[in-house]
Nanobody, 115 residues
Framework: QVQLVESGGGLVQPGGSLRLSCAASGTIFKIYSMAWYRQAPGKQREWVAGIDSGANTNYVDSVKGRFTISRDNAKNTVYLQMNSLKPEDTAVYYC?????????WGKGTLVTVSS
């Protein structure tokens, strides 16, 4: 069983930055593809960014150039650096781990972008 615990959410003003972390336990972390999703109030959950076991990254168009996903296999942690935050980035952000048929989710961390 894999446990994922997100942290780093909070309230930030537009234009500000936050770094989310997702710590994984109970698995061989380095083989997993990791991703961040988000769910805004009243909307469906959407994929935001992903990083595979080879550290290749992808982003949804709306965050390209502002968000950076990275991983530290020694710490079993994946990060999401979020810069130039906008009110529309407000959402609960979820960490996801996938490998073969395994698919795990964290409980989420709330990011609120507001003045």
């Amino acid at each position: 069983q894999v446990q994922l615990v997100e942290s780093g959410g909070g309230l930030v003003q537009p234009g500000g930055s936050l770094r989310l972390s997702c710590a994984a336990s109970g698995t061989i972390f380095k083989i997993y593809s990791m991703a961040w999703y988000r769910q805004a109030p009243g909307k469906q959950r959407e994929w935001v960014a992903g990083i595979d076991s080879g550290a290749n990254t992808n982003y949804v168009d709306s965050v390209k150039g502002r968000f950076t996903i990275s991983r530290d296999n020694a710490k079993n942690t994946v990060y999401l650096q979020m810069n130039s935050l906008k009110p529309e980035d407000t959402a609960v952000y979820y960490c996801n781990a996938k490998w073969s048929r395994s698919d795990y989710w964290g409980k989420g961390t709330l990011v609120t972008v507001s003045s």
